[in-house]
């Protein structure tokens, strides 16, 4: 998410604990509690990146990295959103992270710019939409 602001940075980590999801928060190799954005995002700019993995549902994973206080970005794996059941789990989990921010959401191939998004959370319409142009 482009532009986020400090309050969207910090809505993410109480969003994962209010729900209950299994979560893991490391900086490198060192596995430690979940701290503030604010904290994640003070530190030395020569640290390894943070890292949140969450688990919304059993066997769905989103692993967010802190790479600046500009942008909140997660990775999923594909593989694990197998069928509609997966499809859902991502999509109910784009949704809330999308409601909780009052924000668009983008789902964007790796690298690519939201101009390529696959699919997007528009909070207007509370929906999730998606690219037919392919």
Same mark, same amino acid.
């Given at each position: 998410?482009?532009? $986020?602001p $400090?309050? =969207?940075?910090?809505?993410?980590?109480? !969003?994962?604990?209010a /729900?209950g999801?299994w979560?893991?928060?490391?900086?490198?190799?060192r596995?430690?509690? %979940?701290? &503030?954005?604010?904290?994640v995002? @003070?530190?030395?700019?020569?640290?390894?990146?943070?890292? %949140?993995?969450? *688990?919304?549902v059993?066997?769905?994973?989103?692993?967010f990295?802190?790479? @600046?206080?500009? &942008?909140?970005?997660?990775?999923i =794996?594909?593989h694990?959103?197998q069928?509609? *059941?997966?499809?859902?789990?991502?999509?109910?989990? !784009?949704?809330?992270?999308g409601r /909780? %921010?009052?924000?668009? !959401?983008?789902?964007?191939? *790796?690298?690519?710019?939201? =101009?390529?998004?696959?699919?997007?959370?528009?909070?207007g319409?509370? /929906?999730?939409a998606?690219?037919?142009?392919?």
């Open positions: 998410m482009c532009g $986020a $400090a309050a =969207d940075r910090q809505a993410l980590p109480d !969003l994962v604990v /729900r999801c979560h893991e928060y490391a900086e490198g190799c596995v430690l509690p %979940l701290p &503030t954005a604010a904290r995002l @003070s530190g030395p700019c020569d640290a390894e990146v943070p890292t %949140l993995c969450v *688990e919304p059993p066997g769905f994973r989103a692993i990295r802190f790479l @600046s206080d500009e &942008t909140i970005d997660f990775g =794996d594909l694990e959103l069928g509609q *059941e997966g499809l859902d789990a991502f999509c109910g989990f !784009l949704r809330a992270i /909780r %921010l009052d924000r668009t !959401l983008f789902l964007c191939p *790796e690298g690519a710019d939201v =101009d390529l998004a696959i699919l997007w959370y528009e909070p319409g509370d /929906r999730i998606v690219r037919h142009d392919r």
